[in-house]
């Protein structure tokens, strides 16, 4: 079946702009999470989704980042006015449910801030 | 807060050799635990995972013990080949609460014919 899949999977922006990134997660998956791998920090937390409850946003490093989730399904992560601290690559994981043990990898979007 | 800490690489093995990756965590509760494998070009993939302390995940003869006294959670295979060559995270689930994995740095592995 399908996996996650996320789009584009490369995106080069000039500093100051603002990017969107897309996920498509596992048709049923209710969980959805977004994380950020970079060089210095590694893979870290951004944002969980959980069906209809209030997202935890614990993770956002600061308020220029924001995600939405539309019924239940695609999610969007928005970067506004992009730093050049921002470039990594941004992975979208999904999961069937709270209690699954497993969450589904996509192949991530490579974002370059220049 | 929770962390995880794992050997840093890169490691470079002959095929056939031993492989031990050390990856030890913080945490207030217990915590389920795992291993998580990138391929090169591909996304992050799910090795093996353990939930309770003393619980053994194995998974392509990779296996990893829950050590609840040691706080660790070790990464093992006998015999690697070629194609493990990846980059291997270790990582941690807390109980209740957030449910996001909390990962170490990765390891990055290369075996050589």
């Known amino acids: 079946g399908a996996g996650v899949s996320q789009s584009p999977s490369n995106k080069v922006t000039e500093k100051g702009k603002d990017v969107e990134l897309r996920c498509d997660p596992i048709?049923?998956?209710?969980?959805l999470y977004w994380y950020r791998q970079s060089l210095g920090q590694g893979l870290e937390f951004l944002i969980y989704f959980q069906g209809n409850s209030a997202p935890d946003k614990s993770g956002l490093p600061s308020d220029r980042f924001s995600a939405e989730r539309t019924g239940g399904s695609v999610s969007t992560l928005t970067i506004q006015r992009t730093q050049q601290e921002d470039s990594a690559v941004y992975l979208c994981?999904?999961?069937?449910?709270?209690?699954?043990?497993?969450?589904?990898f996509g192949p991530g979007t490579r974002l370059t801030v220049t | 807060g929770d962390s995880v800490t794992q050997m840093e690489g890169p490691v470079t093995l002959s095929e056939e050799a031993f492989l031990t990756i050390n990856c030890t965590y913080t945490?207030?509760?217990?915590?389920?635990l795992f291993w998580y494998v990138q391929y090169p070009g591909e996304g992050l993939q799910l090795l093996l995972k353990?939930?309770?302390?003393?619980d053994k995940g194995s998974n392509k003869g990779f296996e990893a013990t829950y050590r609840k006294e040691t706080t660790s959670f070790h990464l093992e295979k006998g015999s690697v080949q070629v194609s493990d060559s990846a980059v291997y995270f270790c990582?941690?689930?807390?109980?209740?609460?957030?449910?996001?994995?909390?990962f170490g740095k990765g390891t990055k592995l290369t075996v050589n014919p």
């Open positions: 990582a941690q689930r807390s109980q209740g609460g957030s449910e996001k994995l909390v």
């Open positions: 994981a999904s999961s069937p449910d709270r209690a699954s043990y497993e969450q589904y």
């Open positions: 353990a939930t309770k302390a003393d």
């Open positions: 048709s049923g998956h209710t969980a």
């Open positions: 945490a207030t509760g217990y915590p389920s």
